[in-house]
T-cell receptor, first 117, second 115 residues
Framework: AQKVTQAQTEISVVEKEDVTLDCVYETRDTTYYLFWYKQPPSGELVFLIRRNSFDEQNEISGRYSWNFQKSTSSFNFTITASQVVDSAVYFC??????????????FGKGTKLSVKP | EPEVTQTPSHQVTQMGQEVILRCVPISNHLYFYWYRQILGQKVEFLVSFYNNEISEKSEIFDDQFSVERPDGSNFTLKIRSTKLEDSAMYFCASLGEQGASYEQYFGPGTRLTVT
């Protein structure tokens, strides 16, 4: 069965610190997709990244970077030089490509990040 | 930029009443979804819809829930007899044609409060 684990419930950092949010997933499929979403206090879900299971290249987008390691079933997210506006709940999610699960997202419980000035 | 819209943004209803949550997916998308997020908890999959029928549903999606795409534009979630535990944020999402991107676009959500 598929599962996403975000072991860090809450993280608090001071502005300009780097912070890494952990995500570990379980799936029996060989083809799957991993996602990160940001949920600010306003409540909407903001898409950050999608990665497919065949692409293990790390990605950097501005202050954000993602480390995908199939060997450890992890897809960690790092924010460099954090800012107060990064304060939000961050969700990791998994989507399998097979059968009737077309696109259905399985979410982790989320990590609440607080960045203090 | 195309977006998924949802109405209303907030719905308050009494226990036992029927509610209909509405969504307008992105126009050329073919896969549609409803998710639920109880306050402070994770986002949970409810149901997926493709080709005018349900393609998958979770254990949460019991007989009290139904979905429809009545006019080729709107995508609705109906809860027949609401319970207190149905209070949550409900998100609609749609996926690009042929599932090419697996990048689900979420609407802003409808906050349902059952009193």
């Amino acid at each position: 069965a598929q599962k996403v684990t975000q072991a860090q419930t809450e993280i608090s950092v001071v502005e300009k610190e780097d912070v890494t949010l952990d995500c570990v997933y379980e799936t029996r499929d060989t083809t799957y997709y991993l996602f990160w979403y940001k949920q600010p206090p306003s409540g909407e879900l903001v898409f950050l990244i999608r990665r497919n299971s065949f692409d293990e290249q790390n990605e950097i987008s501005g202050r954000y970077s993602w480390n995908f390691q199939k060997s450890t079933s992890s897809f960690n997210f790092t924010i460099t030089a954090s800012q107060v506006v990064d304060s939000a709940v961050y969700f990791c999610a998994l989507s399998e490509a097979s059968g009737g699960s077309q696109g259905n997202l399985i979410f982790g419980k989320g990590t609440k990040l607080s960045v203090k000035p | 930029e195309p977006e998924v819209t949802q109405t209303p943004s907030h719905q308050v209803t009494q226990m036992g009443q029927e509610v209909i949550l509405r969504c307008v997916p992105i126009s050329n998308h073919l896969y549609f979804y409803w998710y639920r997020q109880i306050l402070g908890q994770k986002v949970e999959f409810l149901v997926s819809f493709y080709n005018n029928e349900i393609s998958e549903k979770s254990e949460i999606f019991d007989d009290q829930f139904s979905v429809e795409r009545p006019d080729g534009s709107n995508f609705t979630l109906k809860i027949r007899s609401t319970k207190l535990e149905d209070s949550a944020m409900y998100f609609c999402a749609s996926l690009g044609e042929q599932g090419a991107s697996y990048e689900q676009y979420f609407g802003p959500g409808t906050r349902l409060t059952v009193t």
